[in-house]
């Protein structure tokens, strides 16, 4: 019988699709024995090749996409015996490089890109993103040119940005048996919480009462530690953003502040070496008290705060006084700039908002040319000592949104009152931090006068003042926004608003009254660039009842007795 015709002149490569172990058997190879016998034979152009693949190198196996394809071709048949399969191989070269796309070469791309069609097409693309960049350009310098100009804001030192906190007897604010500096770092995170820009400290200076030769400025009493202590306490301060502001008032044990007239030149120099020795050691500024005793007490400020100011600008002088005539104010801040002063000008309030609007604008009217404004009740004292109890949240929200510094006594943010603790001093009652604290003249203290027992009310008096403080620090028409006072024809309501540029404005609407009233908020005063809208969001109240966030209609809204609101709305271009 004559052999079976050739196939056709290609190479065949058999694969074996076994592991290389299901080969090594007799079986196996008698098989590709067999195989081998009858492909030689057969004398064809290109001879059949069989090529163990499982026996080659990974990386010398054939992967490209034709082997592939015949492998699964060639499997799909099932022609093959003993798991082998063939693949056919290209002729020669030729067929394989015309199998892949190698793309233009370099001169057909020269002549391609050089043809008329291209050419056009190329500059039309480059035209139209001229134009569009050109066209951009035109519009960014169109909205920079017709943009309202931002306001330059003014120079804030520290102190410009937020609240001051006093604690004038460190052994009352901490308690008897740890009243002293390492006591205090404990307060620092409390401290923080309030979100107070600095506290003022003391005195704590050695000073034997009325005796001038037994008073040192320049060293801690040892009942409240060392200078170890201080400044250890400094650095702590420091490291958590709060100032640190050492009251210097000489005699602070005596019945005379500042000793005897006639030792006045003697206390001037001590004064001066003491302010250089703190700056050195690293306070932020100083308070002194009592200023309205001190025979031209003017003159000693500007003075004093030459000292504090060469050393560096960013250094305060506080000056307190007792005093609340307005002139007796002034003629103290007569020869010093951007000093603050805290006096108990606005406790002559007979708690109207009428009586609060005049003294707020005639303060305002004749101290902010030269100075920086500063609020409080008193020098030393707590608010609790000059304001009924349900007016303490309408004061702390006055002082927080008027334009300047307030300025707080430690306990002003619970509500402390200086008359609830036997056998304590009224200027400086204990601190109530828990049930624990001490004890009032009626029983033991309940949880809402303490710290602990407020901090977990988010109604409470602490919270308010805490959320005040926040305001206080971050907005911009609440930090050096101008002051524009609404009419009103109700005797008991006080309204005004803050505003800085292109920020948020702030409405602030108070009722001193005992009885509910609509707020009447009257603009004819107000200058051109700036209006009321007819809705504004409502920041927080100073009573329950009212939703944050709610929106109010303006010419409708009306007030709880002895409620303020903080509000917002945007600026209108």
């Not at 057909?108 to 890109?113: F, G, N, Y």
């Not at 006591?183 to 400290?201: H, M, R």
């Not at 003697?266 to 070496?273: A, E, P, Q």
């Not at 702390?396 to 009152?417: A, K, N, R, Y």
Request: with cysteine; aromatic share 8%.
């Amino acid at each position: 019988m004559d052999p079976e015709p050739p196939e056709p002149s290609t190479d065949v490569v058999s694969v074996s699709c076994q592991p290389p172990s299901a080969q090594s058997g007799p079986g196996a190879q008698d098989a590709s024995a067999g195989g081998d016998s009858g492909t030689m034979s057969q004398g064809t152009e290109s001879d059949m090749k069989e090529v163990e693949l499982n026996e080659l190198e990974p990386e010398k196996q054939p992967m490209n996409a034709a082997s592939e394809a015949a492998v699964s071709a060639v499997m799909a048949g099932g022609s093959e015996k003993n798991g082998l399969v063939k693949i056919k191989v290209a002729d020669d070269e030729a067929e394989v490089a015309a199998a892949k796309f190698t793309g233009l070469s370099k001169e057909e791309l020269l002549k391609v890109a050089g043809s008329p069609g291209w050419v056009r097409t190329r500059w039309a693309l480059l035209l139209l993103f001229w134009l569009g960049w050109l066209g951009m350009l035109a519009g960014a310098v169109v909205i920079i040119v017709q943009a309202p100009r931002c306001r330059e804001l003014p120079t804030q030192h520290w102190w410009h940005k937020g609240a001051l906190y006093r604690i004038g007897d460190l052994q009352a604010f901490l308690g008897r048996d740890q009243g002293d500096l390492a006591g205090l770092k404990e307060k620092l995170d409390y401290l923080s919480t309030l979100k107070v820009k600095g506290f003022v400290l003391g005195p704590i200076h050695k000073n034997q009462k009325d005796d001038i030769d037994r008073t040192d400025l320049e060293q801690i009493d040892p009942t409240f530690g060392s200078k170890e202590d201080f400044d250890s306490l400094l650095q702590l301060a420091k490291k958590k953003s709060i100032r640190v502001i050492l009251d210097l008032t000489p005699n602070y044990r005596g019945q005379n502040s500042w000793f005897l007239p006639i030792q006045m030149n003697t206390v001037d120099t001590k004064m001066k070496d003491a302010l250089s020795f703190w700056l050195q050691a690293g306070v932020d500024g100083f308070q002194v008290r009592d200023m309205d005793s001190v025979t031209d007490a003017s003159l000693f400020l500007s003075e004093w705060q030459n000292i504090t100011k060469s050393f560096s600008e960013d250094k305060v002088l506080i000056a307190g006084t007792e005093s609340s005539n307005l002139q007796q104010i002034l003629n103290l801040l007569r020869h010093t700039k951007d000093l603050l002063l805290t006096s108990s000008y606005l406790s002559a309030s007979d708690s109207t908002g009428k009586h609060m609007k005049f003294l707020v604008t005639q303060y305002w009217n004749n101290v902010t040319d030269e100075h920086w404004c500063s609020w409080s009740l008193s020098q030393a004292g707590l608010l609790s000592s000059f304001v009924p109890a349900h007016l303490l949240r309408l004061y702390q929200l006055l002082l927080f949104t008027l334009p300047g510094t307030p300025v707080f006594s430690s306990g002003d943010e619970i509500g402390l009152t200086a008359a609830a603790l036997p056998g304590q001093p009224m200027k400086a009652p204990v601190m109530l931090w828990d049930e624990l604290s001490s004890v009032n003249s009626t029983g033991s203290v309940s949880a809402n006068m303490t710290v602990q027992g407020q901090n977990k009310d988010t109604g409470s008096l602490l919270s308010l003042f805490r959320l005040l403080s926040l305001h206080r620090s971050k907005e911009r028409s609440l930090l050096h926004g101008d002051f524009q006072v609404l009419s009103s024809s109700e005797p008991d309501s006080f309204s005004y608003i803050r505003q800085w540029d292109q920020n948020d404005r702030f409405l602030v609407v108070l009722n001193f009254g005992d009885v509910g009233q609509s707020a009447m908020l009257g603009v004819p005063d107000l200058p051109s660039s700036t209006s009321l809208p007819a809705r504004a969001t409502l920041e927080l109240s100073t009573q329950p009842g009212r939703k944050e966030g709610a929106s109010l209609e303006l010419e409708h809204l009306r007030l709880q007795p002895h409620e303020g609101l903080l509000l917002r709305f945007p600026h209108v271009a």
